[in-house]
């Protein structure tokens, strides 16, 4: 049974920094493609990052390039998201997501790629 958790979101004044986990179950991270989304009230759920299958190519919004940075740990079954400079417009739930499907630039964003979610996890950026 696939599952994602995520964890690590909570209140960091702007300029700050935070790094979310998601937590793999059911299957094996370097395998799969793993996306982080994030969504704010009446908003679409936009791709903020993804590493791909196997070989671990990186993919990043314009928005968060150069401030947050992607990674897995294959001893642990997780994603990690590392968080910097934050912005108060980076305050969102953030998600996780996952597919075995190989995204490419064009379509790592596009939620309906992915087949399983987490909960999500807060994260606020206010002084």
């Known amino acids: 049974q696939v599952q994602l958790v995520e964890s690590g979101g909570g209140l960091v004044q702007p300029g700050g920094s935070l790094r979310l986990s998601c937590a793999a179950s059911?299957?094996?991270?370097?395998?799969?493609?793993i996306g982080w989304f994030r969504q704010t009230p009446g908003k679409e759920r936009e791709g903020v990052s993804c590493?791909?299958?196997?070989?671990?190519?990186?993919y990043y919004a314009d928005s968060v390039k150069g401030r947050f940075t992607i990674s897995r740990d294959y001893a642990k079954n997780t994603v990690y998201l590392q968080m910097n400079s934050l912005k108060p417009e980076d305050t969102a739930v953030y998600y996780c997501?996952?597919?075995?499907?190989?995204?490419?630039?064009?379509?790592?964003?596009?939620?309906?790629?992915?087949?399983?979610w987490g909960q999500g996890t807060q994260v606020t950026v206010s002084s």
């Open positions: 059911g299957f094996t991270v370097d395998y799969y493609t």
């Open positions: 997501a996952t597919t075995s499907n190989v995204l490419s630039r064009s379509t790592w964003y596009r939620k309906t790629q992915y087949d399983y």
């Open positions: 590493i791909s299958s196997r070989l671990g190519i990186t």
